[in-house]
């Protein structure tokens, strides 16, 4: 291969973007909600990568796209604006009252006793956990050449979560709560018709049948553990660190504010990790030098003698491959908010009930927010000391609804990530493009597999 070839900035694949805006008419509304029933993010135009605020009407409805990242943290930071009710309908039987799906005081005071449980201090306590997963997830792949690494992060990461929440392993003592928790976020999870023809959370909920039931074992196994873990405290876990939480009074959580928190930390953090794993791999397999320059990373340090946040220090570059991972293909693509009284954004009016989308996809790849917004260049965010220092970076949201996981994710996702490629070199079998599809979050349009070239240990 010739050098400029080799030294072409990689372009990763990427959905068509529709030539002009589809909406503006009854049939163009129709190709709109048909393009997003395929994938939330197919149904940009080219206009929405060069606009930074769109007024628009969908469906009668008035709304805004706002990529402004004035005006987005205008929006993400005023109490005018709340999470849109109908997208709580889906998770509200597994995650009932946590930190999710709560507003206004019921939010505030969760959002506080929950800040000790993740500081960098906390996350720090929880390596041990992130370690173990990514061993598991090299002794699951070993001695085999070919791998799903879609399906085998979907695995490690539920893996991650359970083993830090709980202390328990998908595959042994967490297996039931596993199966619970995959099959809701991979079925009742996602949106149904009803969900959004019903007004409130609780409305036209008479088919979902398999919400309650499915959550309500979940629920149930999740008491179980916090009953036992009453009698026998057992250091080193989110939950240890729930049961040692105090409101403002001084006051422990009640035992169904704690499974609720759980069951929203698994929601919220499960699939939107193993989507950050599977697009940096694939993102790697397609730069091999990249992947040889991360390799070297974490040979000189490898993730068996990670004990804290501080050592997470030794893989620089990782760290920004997956910063630029989530602004190509950030995890949770697109979210919004409903205004709740009448008021303007950057002068553009709202009324109350009208929606404001946000889209990182949108923001992420804006040709007035970032140098070549299409290329994979990680070194972009190597010199910042703060990715959050990049205005247009929102792909953990911001303002005080901001994830709440956002370390607890970057660290899973660098030491897992550092376990497999210590132990393996990744090529793609075929060279069909992976493209991205949204539903809630952002993932491949089809698993393709990963070719695996094993690594000598005497090597690593
Ligand atoms: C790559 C991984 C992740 C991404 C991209 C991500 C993204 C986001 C985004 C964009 C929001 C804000 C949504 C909004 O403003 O409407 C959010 C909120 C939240 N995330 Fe994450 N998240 C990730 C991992 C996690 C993990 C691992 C956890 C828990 C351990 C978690 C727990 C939460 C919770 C509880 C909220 C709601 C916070 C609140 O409303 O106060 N997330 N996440």
């Not at 197919?42 to 402004?68: C, H, K, N």
């Not at 956990?129 to 070919?146: I, K, N, Q, W």
């Not at 697009?279 to 091999?288: E, Q, V």
Request: aromatic fraction near 8%; proline fraction near 8%; include cysteine.
């Amino acid at each position: 291969m010739d050098a400029t070839v080799l030294s072409a900035p990689l372009i990763p694949p990427a959905p068509k973007v529709h030539a002009r805006p589809l909406g503006g008419s009854v049939l163009g509304d129709v190709r709109i909600a048909l393009e997003m029933g395929r994938n939330l993010i197919g149904a940009w135009s080219e206009a929405d990568f060069d606009d930074l605020i769109t007024p628009y009407r969908f469906m009668g409805q008035p709304g805004l796209v706002v990529s402004d990242p004035v005006g987005v943290r205008q929006v993400l930071s005023s109490p005018h604006f709340r999470r849109p009710v109908k997208l709580g309908r889906p998770l509200k039987p597994l995650v009932g009252e946590g930190l999710l799906l709560s507003e206004g005081e019921a939010w505030k005071r969760q959002r506080k006793s929950l800040a000790p449980v993740f500081t960098p201090a906390a996350i720090g306590g929880l390596t041990p956990h992130f370690v173990d997963a990514g061993a598991t997830l090299v002794e699951r792949l070993a001695g085999r050449d070919r791998a799903n690494l879609s399906e085998a992060f979907h695995h490690a990461a539920l893996d991650a979560v359970l083993r830090a929440l709980f202390s328990r392993r998908a595959d042994q003592d967490g297996a039931v709560l596993a199966e619970i928790a995959r099959r809701y976020l991979e079925g009742p999870a996602h949106f149904r018709f009803l969900d959004f023809v019903g007004r409130g959370l609780d409305d036209l909920t008479f088919a979902d049948g398999d919400r309650r039931r499915l959550g309500g074992r979940w629920l149930a196994a999740v008491d179980a553990i916090i009953a036992e873990r009453r009698v026998a405290p057992q250091a080193g876990d989110l939950l240890d660190r729930l049961l040692a939480a105090r409101d403002e009074d001084g006051r422990p959580l009640p035992d169904h504010e704690v499974r609720d928190q759980c069951s929203s930390m698994l929601a919220a953090g499960f699939e939107t990790t193993s989507r950050l794993l599977f697009w940096a791999t694939y993102l790697l397999a397609l730069d091999p030098a990249t992947q040889d320059r991360v390799r070297a990373e974490v040979q000189a340090f490898p993730a068996a003698r990670v004990a804290g946040l501080d050592d997470l220090k030794a893989w620089p570059l990782m760290r920004s491959v997956l910063f630029e991972t989530l602004r190509l293909y950030p995890a949770a693509p697109t979210f919004g908010r409903q205004a709740l009284v009448d008021g303007e954004v950057l002068g553009h009016p709202i009324q109350a009930g009208g929606s404001v989308t946000i889209s990182p996809w949108l923001m992420h790849r804006h040709r007035k927010l970032w140098d070549a917004p299409t290329a994979f260049r990680p070194e972009r965010f190597i010199d910042q000391a703060h990715p959050w220092g990049h205005e247009a970076f929102i792909p953990f949201g911001a303002g005080p609804r901001v994830c709440i996981g956002a370390g607890f994710a970057l660290a899973e996702a660098q030491i897992v990530l550092a376990s497999l490629l210590a132990r393996f070199r990744l090529a793609m079998a075929d060279e069909r493009p992976v493209l991205p599809k949204a539903s809630i979050t952002l993932g491949p349009d089809h698993e393709p597999e990963f070719v695996l070239e094993p690594i000598l240990q005497a090597q690593t």
